[in-house]
Nanobody
Framework: QVQLVESGGGSVQAGGSLRRSCAVS????????RGWERQAPGSQRELIAR???????NYVDSVKGRFTISRDNAKNTVYLQMNSLKPEDTAVYYC???????????????WGQGTQVTVSS
C-alpha cells in the first residue's frame, strides 16, 4: 500500500527550529504536487506550503519567510524546514502529495499520519 511516512516534529521553544521529512513508501510513477498542512486546536486544517512538480513553491502568509519546503526527487521525499517558530505554530502537521500510482491512473491525494509540533513560550 502506498503511503506517506513522516518523521521529525516534537517540542521546541519559541524562536527555535524543526525539520520535517515526508517520504513516499511504495511504488509510484509520479508526484505532481507536495505540501504540508497543519491543524491547530480549535482551528480548521490549512495548507501552509506547497511545491509543484516544476519546483515552484507557495506559502501561506503566516509562515512566509520562516518556513521552507524542499524536495529530494531521487528519494521521493519532501522536507519542511521551520525556523523562528512561534507558539501559534503549535499544531498537528501533515504532509500531503498528489501521487500517480500507475501510468494509467489519475493522481490522487495522500496524507501522512500527522505529527504534533508544540512551540513553547
Amino acid at each position: 500500500q502506498v503511503q506517506l511516512v513522516e518523521s521529525g516534529g516534537g517540542s521546541v521553544q519559541a524562536g527555535g527550529s524543526l525539520r520535517r521529512s515526508c517520504a513516499v513508501s511504495g511504488s509510484i510513477v509520479r508526484i505532481n504536487v507536495r505540501g504540508w498542512e497543519r491543524q491547530a486546536p480549535g482551528s480548521q486544517r490549512e495548507l501552509i506550503a506547497r511545491i509543484t512538480k516544476g519546483g515552484s513553491t507557495n506559502y501561506v502568509d503566516s509562515v512566509k519567510g520562516r518556513f521552507t519546503i524542499s524536495r529530494d526527487n531521487a528519494k521521493n521525499t519532501v522536507y519542511l524546514q521551520m525556523n523562528s517558530l512561534k507558539p501559534e505554530d503549535t499544531a498537528v502537521y501533515y504532509c500531503n502529495a498528489a501521487l500517480q500510482i500507475t501510468r494509467w491512473m489519475i493522481p490522487r491525494d495522500y496524507w501522512g499520519q500527522g505529527t504534533q509540533v508544540t512551540v513553547s513560550s
